[in-house]
């Protein structure tokens, strides 16, 4: 079973920083494409960032220059440095991150429970 947990949600003004953190755990033989991804209530769940496992990384246009992607691969860990908040950044975040269980199985794509970031004064 693999489990990923993401954590570092929080109420926040807008202006200010924080930052998620999703780990992975359980069966795992290596990690490839971590990225997150986030949603507000009544919309399609939109991508935010993506990093490989090479640490190339992909922004949306809307979080560009103002969030930032890492990963820590001997933590199979992935963050997400939020700076210069706004309201319309306020949802739920998601992680995803493609999994290969063992050396012989293919990658599966799995999926956190979510962190709620609100964005308010």
């Known amino acids: 079973q693999v489990q990923l947990v993401e954590s570092g949600g929080d109420l926040v003004q807008p202006g200010g920083s924080l930052r998620l953190s999703c780990a992975a755990s359980?069966?795992?033989?290596?990690?490839?494409?971590m990225g997150w991804y986030r949603q507000v209530p009544g919309k399609q769940r939109e991508w935010v960032a993506h990093?490989?496992?090479?640490?190339?990384?992909n922004y949306a246009n809307s979080v560009k220059g103002r969030f930032t992607i890492s990963r820590d691969n001997a933590k199979n860990t992935v963050y997400l440095q939020m700076n210069s908040l706004k309201p319309e950044d306020a949802a739920v975040y998601y992680c995803?991150?493609?999994?290969?269980?063992?050396?012989?199985?293919?990658?599966?794509?799995?999926w956190g429970q979510g962190t709620q970031v609100t964005v308010s004064s």
């Open positions: 990093i490989s496992n090479g640490n190339s990384t």
């Open positions: 359980g069966s795992i033989f290596s990690i490839n494409a």
């Open positions: 995803n991150a493609d999994i290969r269980r063992n050396s012989w199985s293919g990658v599966f794509n799995y």
